[in-house]
T-cell receptor, first 117, second 116 residues
Framework: NAGVTQTPKFRILKIGQSMTLQCTQD?????MYWYRQDPGMGLKLIYY???????DKGEVPNGYNVSRSTTEDFPLRLELAAPSQTSVYFC????????????????FGPGTRLLVL | KNQVEQSPQSLIILEGKNCTLQ??????????LRWYKQDTGRGPVSLTI?????NTKSNGRYTATLDADTKQSSLHITASQLSDSASYIC???????????????FGDGTTLTVKP
């Protein structure tokens, strides 16, 4: 299993441009998540999905959109990029919710480093 | 507001020495506490998961403890190796059995550097 894969690894965007960060998992997990990690800070949840066709906002959803048409893929769309979106973005997946039973861990991708200038 | 505080912010130790990282939380109600290891430029990798009924869990040289009464956890690393150099993240989830996935609070992490 490749686990959770993300593309691209690094991208530079100009202010106002748009892009899609790709995320794929091959573990048949129902739950998928997008986080951002700013330097020296904890991960913040942007959006999550509990299954194909179902998505919901996390802590910091403004400026982002997601879709979940298949179990495997969970792309994150940035519209009108702003310097405040400069960050490292992590996609993760899990079989159950982190608060579910039995307790399940999350598996993270390698991250996408985004720089908005 | 749920909070997870980790200390120290950074730590330097010599190879072969032991160390302990701390995590204090105010998350309530408590579901589980997880420790992750994050190597530079990589995604976090799970080390341990503990529920309220567990007060210790080991994964090789890593041992996590949990005191649900005082809302404190620690991660003890034994006989440190150069490869232990990483950021260690404490994550606390609330609302047991709630299927809402947006209820985990991440700490800012402790950066550990192991020197030869």
């Amino acid at each position: 299993n490749a686990g959770v894969t993300q593309t691209p690894k690094f991208r530079i965007l100009k202010i106002g441009q748009s892009m899609t960060l790709q995320c794929t998992q091959d573990m048949n997990h129902n739950y998928m998540y997008w986080y951002r990690q700013d330097p020296g800070m904890g991960l913040k949840l942007i959006y999550y999905s509990v299954g194909a066709g179902i998505t919901d906002k996390g802590e910091v959803p403004n400026g982002y959109n997601v879709s979940r048409s298949t179990t495997e893929d969970f792309p994150l769309r940035l519209e009108l990029a702003a310097p405040s979106q400069t960050s490292v973005y992590f996609c993760a997946s899990s079989r159950n919710a982190p608060t579910g039973f039995p307790q399940e861990t999350q598996y993270f991708g390698p991250g996408t480093r985004l720089l908005v200038l | 507001k749920n909070q997870v505080e980790q200390s120290p912010q950074s730590l330097i130790i010599l190879e072969g020495k032991n160390c302990t990282l701390q995590c204090n939380y105010t998350v309530s109600p408590f579901s589980n506490l997880r420790w992750y290891k994050q190597d530079t430029g990589r995604g976090p990798v799970s080390l341990t998961i503990m529920t309220f009924s567990e007060n210790t869990k080991s994964n090789g040289r890593y041992t996590a403890t949990l005191d649900a009464d005082t809302k404190q956890s620690s991660l003890h690393i034994t006989a440190s190796q150069l490869s232990d150099s990483a950021s260690y993240i404490c994550v606390v989830s609330d609302e047991p059995y709630n299927t809402n996935a947006g209820k985990s609070t991440f700490g800012d992490g402790t950066t550990l550097t192991v020197k030869p």
